[in-house]
């Protein structure tokens, strides 16, 4: 079974300030994603990475950055947080080797901008 | 632009009776097909995929999803739901680049009564 690991579960910032969000799979997966996941949206791309190195925007990406330090690792970037960056945010990893690979999920990281 | 549209917010279902929930794609050709469950604070898991073949595609814990193409809908259907049912359910299509993942209906939010 995939495993996808997120920290922190909840994080609390201020409005100005710089939060990391980690993700790290250990399926060897070449694609890594993040998404936001707010009530009446739905979940919404906001990066994506398909290697070590590698950085794709999606379709929410204004105010963040991510970067992916290994095939295991990818982390999103608030650095200058907002409260409309108040989410649920998660990560997904997959392997898009085949035409319809499943996306497997972390359990989330709970970010609140006062 | 594809989009995938679930027409129910809500559902409210007894513990023992059918449930179906609703899902349509708008597409140029047809994507591959996911619906996936989310418990309560967690995150996404397949609960089964269409992308060829027969129309009917069964899933994990006795559910199954009907692939319509004349009518560009892949609906969830489960003949007896258990109080542990009670989740939050997307539908989902393949982005035409595969590598940006996946297109998230809203969701739907089961609640199962005794």
């Known amino acids: 079974e995939a495993a996808v690991t997120q920290s922190p579960r909840n994080k609390v910032t201020v409005t100005g300030g710089n939060v990391t969000l980690s993700c790290r799979q250990t399926?060897?997966?070449?694609?890594m994603y993040w998404y936001r996941q707010d009530t009446g949206h739905g979940l919404r791309l906001i990066h994506y990475?398909?290697?070590?190195?590698?950085?794709q925007i999606g379709d929410v990406p204004d105010g963040y950055k991510a970067t992916r330090t290994t095939q295991e690792d990818f982390f999103l970037l608030l650095e200058l947080a907002s409260p409309s960056q108040t989410s649920l945010y998660f990560c997904?990893?997959?392997?898009?080797?085949?035409?319809?690979?499943?996306?497997?999920f972390g359990s989330g990281t709970r970010l609140t901008v006062l | 632009a594809q989009s995938v549209t679930q027409p129910d917010a809500r559902v409210t279902v007894s513990e023992g009776a059918s449930l179906q929930l609703r899902c349509k794609y708008s597409y140029s050709g047809t994507p591959y097909l996911f619906w996936y469950v989310q418990y309560q604070r967690q995150g996404l898991q397949l609960l089964l995929k269409?992308?060829?073949?027969?129309?009917v595609v069964q899933g994990v814990n006795g559910f199954e999803a009907e692939f319509s193409k004349s009518d560009s809908s892949f609906h969830l259907r489960k003949a007896s739901v258990h109080w542990s049912d009670s989740a939050v359910y997307f539908c989902a299509a393949s982005h035409h680049n595969y590598a940006q993942g996946l297109t998230f209906g809203l969701g739907t939010r089961v609640s199962v009564f005794p």
């Open positions: 990475s398909y290697g070590a190195g590698n950085l």
């Open positions: 399926n060897s997966h070449n694609y």
């Open positions: 997904a990893s997959s392997d898009w080797t085949s035409s319809a690979e499943t996306l497997y």
């Open positions: 269409y992308y060829s073949g027969d129309p």
